[in-house]
């Protein structure tokens, strides 16, 4: 396909949306190893890490509603812009001042990821009429999204080890803070601006997106598997891997090649995406996918041998990755113009918010059960809830009602 000036804006937006996600994994791995070099508290970084979650729970009430009264373009740059300045107060704040405050630092860390999951909402509303305008369908362009975002977790985390050895972690958290303004200008750009004016029938309550999707007959059990997907993930990937490859199998070489083939099969799961549209139903791609990783997180929890463990963690992101798009899609399908906004980030929210939980009940299971009985445990909790919705709440085709918004 020859690139065309229709093309450009989605290009575009795309790109700052990777640059964006690369900047995101570079603070991830950069603001911990700030924090325990300047204050040598692992509890502290702890402490960091869990403060950096709660932004995402702050813009469903906040930010989803600035989307739709001021319109995603607009809360896009100016996310982006803030979210720049923002990252910049943590490490010159360390080198004016030398040794902070625990309140400061965990202060200044929730101000950095303050303005992030707002942003990066009001990108994926923008998507469906640069889709439009570009003339790809909408699969299409969220499958590649989607690679590009599991792409962005398998390399960002690389990037930040480079740019922590090259810089130091205060010179990558600098690196970060450029990326987040150079995402601004493409934005500002690339993308067309179109005027927005305020809907009086817009329901201003703080919850109304979350209101929304458990109201929604497709969204809802979107909502609830991916809350449970994030439950297991995120202790899977942080806390239960690791625990395997290291106490179980030790071999600290093992993990990485473990993470790896995750991130790089739930790459490929993504790119596929749009192929796999075509030939299966959606329950299939999402519910299958679910169900492919549970058994993959069971295998992982009864596998002898370092080779097994590799199989299983690949296995386990090949299909889990196509469920990003697919997610995508059938947002920006049924969501109404007036609640965009509120939708994307109280999805956000109900999705990644269960992260937490799930580390603190598996890493306790793992504690007094051992590592492999928390993953067999972690990877029967998905594998039930899979089943539950693909036979109670399957997953139909795209609605001919859906309306998305047309704003810039």
């Known amino acids: 396909m020859s690139f065309k000036k229709i093309h450009l804006p989605l290009a575009g937006l795309v790109s700052a949306e990777t640059l964006s996600l690369l900047g995101n994994q570079v603070a991830a791995v950069a603001i911990p190893l700030l924090v325990l070099q300047q204050t040598g508290s692992a509890l502290m970084t702890g402490l960091a890490g869990a403060v950096a979650v709660l932004p995402i729970l702050l813009a469903a009430l906040v930010g989803g509603r600035a989307i739709d009264r001021f319109g995603p373009w607009r809360i896009s740059l100016l996310a982006d812009v803030l979210s720049g300045v923002s990252v910049l107060a943590l490490p010159l704040a360390f080198a004016w001042h030398g040794q902070l405050p625990l309140a400061w630092i965990l202060l200044l860390v929730f101000v950095g990821a303050l303005f992030d999951p707002s942003g990066s909402a009001a990108r994926q509303i923008l998507v469906p009429s640069l889709a439009r305008l570009a003339r790809q369908p909408l699969e299409r362009v969220n499958a590649l999204r989607g690679g590009l975002e599991n792409g962005a977790d398998f390399a960002g985390p690389m990037l930040a080890v480079g740019l922590v050895g090259l810089l130091g972690a205060a010179g990558a958290l600098y690196v970060n803070a450029a990326s987040f303004l150079l995402c601004a200008l493409l934005v500002a750009l690339l993308v067309p601006r179109k005027p927005v004016r305020a809907r009086r029938e817009q329901d201003e309550s703080a919850l109304a997106g979350v209101r929304f999707i458990l109201r929604h007959p497709r969204l809802l059990p979107l909502a609830l598997l991916s809350m449970m997907g994030n439950f297991v993930l995120s202790p899977f990937l942080g806390l239960l891997l690791p625990l395997l490859a290291v106490q179980v199998h030790h071999n600290t070489t093992l993990l990485g090649l473990c993470l790896s ?148």
């Open 261 to 408: 083939a995750f991130g790089i099969c739930a790459t490929l799961g993504a790119l596929a995406f749009a192929r796999l549209s075509r030939y299966f139903s959606r329950s299939a791609i999402f519910y299958g996918g679910q169900l492919c990783t549970a058994l993959a997180i069971v295998l992982c929890g009864l596998a002898q041998a370092p080779a097994g463990l590799l199989a299983a963690s690949a296995l386990a992101g090949l299909l889990l990755g196509a469920g990003n798009p697919l997610q995508q899609t059938l947002l920006q399908e049924e969501t109404p113009k007036a609640l965009a906004g509120q939708v994307f980030t109280g999805m956000g929210a109900i999705s990644f918010g269960a992260g937490p939980l799930g580390l603190l009940l598996l890493g306790v299971a793992a504690q007094y059960l051992g590592a492999g009985t928390a993953t067999l445990l972690a990877g029967g909790a998905l594998l039930i809830s899979a089943l539950l919705g693909w036979l109670l709440a399957p997953l139909h085709g795209r609605s001919p009602a859906a309306v998305m918004p047309q704003q810039g």
